[in-house]
């Protein structure tokens, strides 16, 4: 069964810590993404990824990078996490020549708290 | 970027009955997604549509793809506690990115 996996499900961590989060894909893959999901404002796309090394900024960038050094793997990371990033984060995965037309396959989710 | 209206944001109904729920954009899409997201878990892949007017059911889920394209509705009949979920309407483009809509939030009481 294909599957993206993110390698928390539960994270609890301190203002200004750095913050990695981690998913892989076994699907060989091209594109990858980082949504985070927030109640009333549905899935907003942090990065996304085309290819290793890739990346380009989704609607909400700010406080985050991310790096895809494998195609199997793109991390998301919290430079210094703030409370405002508390916050359910989903990884996507999909295939390159699909122009929407195979959608995304989500992780389970990493629910983050900064306290 | 592009905005995908989804309504009803929260539905509340009992268990047999029919659920609605729609999307609507400003912009074309040439595909049209829909996801179920339960508790505590990711959104799942229900129903994809690639056709102006295809209509495609799964179990009892049907969903439809807009004559216009810029549209889409989900039915679920005879709703089951198991239903419960956020429903995600999602348009695709000429590139390979989604845009969700917000979510449909269903509650089924027994």
């Known amino acids: 069964d294909v599957k993206v996996t993110q390698s928390s499900r539960y994270l609890v961590k301190r203002t200004g810590e750095k913050v990695f989060l981690e998913c892989v894909q076994d699907?060989?893959?091209?594109?990858m993404f980082w949504y985070r999901q927030d109640p009333g404002l549905g899935l907003r796309l942090i990065y996304f990824s085309y290819d290793v090394k890739m990346k380009e900024k989704g609607d909400i960038p700010e406080g985050y990078s991310v790096s895809r050094e494998k195609k199997e793997r793109f991390s998301l990371i919290l430079e210094s996490a703030s409370t405002n990033q508390t916050s359910m984060y989903l990884c996507?995965?999909?295939?390159?020549?699909?122009?929407?037309?195979?959608?995304?396959?989500f992780g389970s989710g990493t629910r983050l708290t900064v306290v | 970027g592009q905005q995908l209206n989804q309504s009803p944001q929260s539905m509340f109904i009992q268990e047999g009955e029919d659920v609605s729920m729609n999307c609507t954009s400003s912009?074309?899409?040439?595909?049209w997604l829909w996801y179920k997201q339960e508790p505590g878990e990711g959104p799942v892949l229900l129903i994809a549509?690639?056709?102006?007017?295809e209509l495609t059911s799964n179990g009892r889920l049907t969903a439809q793809f807009g004559i216009t394209r810029k549209d889409s509705f989900l039915n679920i009949s005879a709703s089951i506690p198991s239903d419960v979920g956020i429903y995600f309407c999602?348009?695709?483009?000429?590139?390979?990115?989604?845009?969700f809509g917000k979510g449909t939030l269903l509650t089924v009481n027994p």
């Open positions: 549509l690639y056709k102006a007017g």
């Open positions: 996507a995965s999909s295939p390159l020549r699909a122009p929407g037309g195979y959608g995304y396959t």
């Open positions: 699907m060989d893959h091209e594109n």
């Open positions: 999602a348009g695709g483009g000429s590139n390979y990115k989604l845009t």
């Open positions: 912009s074309i899409f040439n595909t």
